[in-house]
């Protein structure tokens, strides 16, 4: 005997879907985590060198140029130079800033992601454990019915073999 249709497969099959895009939401999470920290690594490099262009300024402020003598214009355009440079510093730190912040929203994201897998994994393994009991149960019964049925013609051959005898 054939099972009948588990009367939940509609159920089943919506869980499964939900954890089916609740894995891909987290994969898609997870590479903007990945995007975000290399974002994040290529804000610090560019801070860094821009730290470095304002040190090599600001020793090189009093540095006597290579024709002639250290004046006041001259001075003037390397201080102007000097703050430029600490004005494009302080921007790549604002946006080193704002990338880390964006990396912790990113991994905010994943680990909200991760519990909705996990709350999609449990409510499917629940309604996957309901299917499997229902099967036995089901099986049980099939089992009971053929016995019952085979106790039937077991007993009414057993009925014919006696009035045959008689």
């Given at each position: 005997m054939?099972?009948?249709?588990?009367?939940?497969?509609?159920?089943?099959?919506?869980r499964q879907?939900e954890?089916?895009?609740a894995?891909e939401?987290?994969?898609g999470c997870?590479?903007?985590?990945?995007r975000?920290?290399?974002r994040?690594?290529?804000?610090?490099?560019?801070?860094?060198?821009q730290?470095?262009e304002?040190r090599?300024l600001?020793?090189?402020f009093?540095d006597p140029p290579?024709?002639g003598?250290l004046?006041?214009r001259l001075?003037d355009?390397?201080?102007n130079?000097?703050?430029?440079?600490?004005e494009r510093?302080a921007?790549?730190?604002?946006e080193?800033?704002a990338?880390?912040?964006r990396l912790a929203e990113?991994?905010?994201?994943v680990?909200?992601?991760?519990?909705?897998?996990?709350?999609a994994?449990?409510?499917?393994t629940?309604?996957?454990?309901h299917?499997?009991?229902?099967?036995d149960?089901?099986?049980?019964e099939?089992?009971?019915?053929?016995?019952l049925?085979l106790?039937?013609?077991a007993?009414a051959?057993f009925?014919r073999?006696?009035?045959e005898e008689?």
């Amino acid at each position: 005997m054939k099972l009948p249709p588990y009367p939940l497969q509609s159920v089943l099959e919506l869980r499964q879907r939900e954890r089916d895009a609740a894995q891909e939401f987290l994969a898609g999470c997870l590479a903007e985590v990945g995007r975000e920290e290399r974002r994040v690594a290529e804000a610090e490099a560019a801070e860094r060198h821009q730290q470095d262009e304002l040190r090599s300024l600001q020793d090189g402020f009093y540095d006597p140029p290579v024709e002639g003598v250290l004046d006041i214009r001259l001075l003037d355009e390397r201080r102007n130079g000097i703050r430029f440079a600490q004005e494009r510093l302080a921007a790549r730190r604002r946006e080193v800033v704002a990338r880390r912040q964006r990396l912790a929203e990113a991994r905010e994201q994943v680990e909200s992601a991760r519990d909705a897998l996990s709350a999609a994994a449990q409510a499917l393994t629940a309604i996957e454990k309901h299917r499997d009991k229902w099967r036995d149960e089901e099986l049980a019964e099939l089992r009971r019915k053929e016995e019952l049925l085979l106790q039937e013609i077991a007993s009414a051959a057993f009925v014919r073999q006696r009035e045959e005898e008689r």
